[in-house]
């Protein structure tokens, strides 16, 4: 064991002399584990705090815990390979296909836009096989539903969707509802089936 002392502030991180710091949480039952690939504190605390970003961040996809830790460990790689180029001082590198590698020094790079209807069609896809038919159906009538009315406001991207999108989504979602007794049951059922889809 070790005497290294994790200040408080670090959530969901442990240390081990062989490892250095890792990621942790508890998921039903199932620690899901994920090296930081990193023996500095500063560093691990960052990493944490982005890796706890982006673990809130997948949360509605519902993802099995094998494909949340690739996910986040994928995701870790991008942040150490990022931090490797920051003290080369390079923006955005890439290899041609001559095998060349061209560094290009810019001062924004911009992130890949990920379209809601491949994700989400991507995520129907991977859940198909856990879903009893039903509630396949039902899950595919709210992907169908949120997606035609992204397209009429607009929302192509996953990066759109925030808090006042799904504020919005939620207002339409009663205006659908005319009854007050459909109301209650969208309340109860479809708002909570219609938003752990986006």
């Not at 250095?20 to 500063?42: C, H, P, Q």
């Not at 560093?43 to 705090?49: D, G, L, P, T």
């Not at 099995?64 to 994928?74: G, K, P, S, Y």
């Not at 005319?178 to 059922?189: C, K, M």
Request: aromatic residues 8%; glycine residues 2%; contains cysteine.
């Amino acid at each position: 064991m070790s005497s290294i002392k994790i200040p408080r502030q670090i959530q969901y991180v442990s240390y081990t002399e062989k490892n250095g710091y890792a990621w942790e949480k508890r998921i039903a039952g199932k620690l899901l584990w994920v090296s930081l690939k990193t023996k500095d504190v500063n560093v691990a605390q960052r990493r944490s705090v982005a890796l706890s970003v982006r673990y809130i961040q997948l949360k509605p996809f519902n993802l099995t815990l094998e494909a949340l830790r690739e996910t986040l460990r994928a995701y870790r790689d991008g942040l150490a390979d990022q931090a490797m180029l920051d003290v080369l001082g390079v923006q955005n590198c890439t290899v041609s296909q001559s095998q060349n590698i061209e560094l290009d020094i810019k001062e924004e790079t911009t992130a890949p836009n990920h379209l809601i209807s491949d994700v989400l069609e991507e995520w129907l896809a991977d859940m198909r096989t856990e879903w009893k038919p039903r509630t396949e159906k039902l899950n595919s009538k709210g992907v169908e539903l949120f997606m035609e009315w992204a397209v009429k406001q607009h929302v192509r991207y996953v990066e759109d969707v925030n808090k006042q999108v799904v504020s919005d989504y939620k207002e339409w979602l009663l205006t659908r509802y005319e009854a007050p007794r459909s109301r209650q049951d969208v309340n109860r059922h479809a708002f909570n089936r219609h938003l752990r889809v986006i």
